[in-house]
């Protein structure tokens, strides 16, 4: 009893990590996780029914690793997975990363200076993406929109308005937040099958009184792995809408959606996150299921009409959006199918001119190397080169 109270009072950080499966990758980011800059952690992984190797990478890692601990639970979800690790955390501020994931040695020190410097709730870093297939980096500016942050930092709602749910995304990875908010506040992840982090990040983000950030890229969001479960999202295409479902009864019972300013971010949030599901399903069935859920009550049961444009943060959803309300699913089809054909039709017309301008500047320099050659063959140009060569000439032996 003594030795777990005294591990209560000393562990800063706890580092909750849900994995299925991760034998491929988890490897890479426990090196990441168990290396970082930051001593007064501990490291939860949560295996939600793996059947591969996962299990045994991570036992022979708590060998060297003493603030490393394993819990095992039937297959379930992340979301059920990040709940037992906060129930098993002994830390004052939570961090939840997934098991595949890169990150920088200081993430964990730099988001915890940060968070009780500012005594915060919150503490949002930004991130880019790697890319497994080409082994590279891509910026991504959506998960910290630096131009809607207020000049005052820390932040709440109030301070930023609509733009709370907007300035970055609703990914759990990039933020870390402090236990005594997030149990007051009763906030936990939903027990969905996929999209079960959008409940937990988007009421935190709406009832945080103190949010603050770290300008710097702590977090590399890894894309194109093996056993993605974007890739899969089909399977349940409304777990999405599904989350936004219950965010907008938790605030309206709250009364906070009467608020202009939380109406406004969370029909933008909505909006990008519907438009989002859409894009990456990747059956016709899954497509279908999601288009005429929304079309047919779905965006009335939360509450999302077409306003004035200036409303939307995102012009080309504010475009789709008005699609959507209008459009049968085969017509919304083909209008897709067009704007795909435009932009390919564009993409070949900006190629075309680029490889123009390239054969004009190719062109342009033979002609110079031409005009260049011609001079070389006059006498004058002759003369001029023999004067040079003996002027060195001279000029070196009067230095020796």
Not at 146 to 169: C, E, H, V, W
Not at 337 to 343: G, K, L, Q, V
Not at 344 to 354: D, F, L, W
């Amino acid at each position: 009893m003594y030795d777990e109270v005294k591990r209560m009072e000393q562990i800063a950080v706890s580092v909750i990590i849900p994995v299925h499966n991760g034998a491929d990758y988890i490897g890479d980011t426990m090196e990441c996780i168990l290396n970082q800059t930051c001593q007064n952690m501990e490291v939860i992984v949560i295996d939600d029914g793996s059947v591969d190797d996962t299990a045994q990478i991570i036992r022979e890692l708590q060998k060297e690793h003493a603030n490393l601990h394993y819990y095992y639970q039937e297959k379930s979800n992340a979301g059920v997975a990040r709940n037992y690790g906060m129930h098993q955390a002994k830390g004052r501020y939570f961090l939840f990363l997934d098991g595949d994931d890169l990150f920088e040695d200081d993430l964990v020190e730099a988001l915890y200076r940060k968070i009780t410097a500012d005594d915060a709730d919150i503490c949002v870093c930004d991130a880019d993406q790697y890319d497994t297939e080409k082994g590279t980096f891509i910026s991504k500016p959506q998960y910290l929109r630096k131009k809607y942050l207020p000049q005052q930092i820390p932040f709440s709602r109030k301070d930023i308005g609509n733009a709370i749910l907007y300035f970055t995304t609703s990914v759990p990875w990039n933020k870390m937040v402090k236990r005594d908010f997030i149990e007051k506040q009763q906030i936990v992840f939903q027990d969905i099958e996929r999209a079960n982090d959008q409940y937990f990040s988007v009421m935190a983000l709406l009832l945080a009184d103190r949010i603050t950030i770290v300008d710097k890229i702590l977090v590399h969001y890894r894309i194109k792995q093996k056993g993605n479960l974007t890739t899969e999202f089909s399977e349940t295409p409304l777990c999405a809408f599904e989350s936004m479902v219950k965010v907008k009864d938790t605030i309206e019972d709250m009364g906070l959606l009467d608020q202009k300013d939380v109406r406004c971010a969370f029909d933008n949030k909505v909006l990008n996150l519907m438009i989002y599901s859409l894009n990456i399903q990747n059956t016709v069935q899954g497509y279908q299921i999601l288009y005429n859920t929304l079309t047919q009550g779905g965006l009335q049961k939360l509450g999302v009409e077409v306003r004035k444009k200036e409303y939307y943060f995102n012009e080309m959803e504010y475009k789709n959006l008005c699609s959507i309300t209008k459009m049968s699913y085969d017509e919304y089809l083909l209008m897709k199918n067009r704007e795909y054909r435009d932009t390919i039709a564009g993409k070949n017309v900006s190629y075309k001119e680029m490889v123009q301008k390239k054969d004009e500047v190719i062109a342009g320099l033979k002609e110079k190397e031409k005009e260049l050659n011609a001079i070389r063959k006059k006498n004058w140009y002759r003369k001029i080169t023999r004067l040079i060569d003996w002027y060195h000439k001279v000029f070196k032996k009067s230095k020796v």
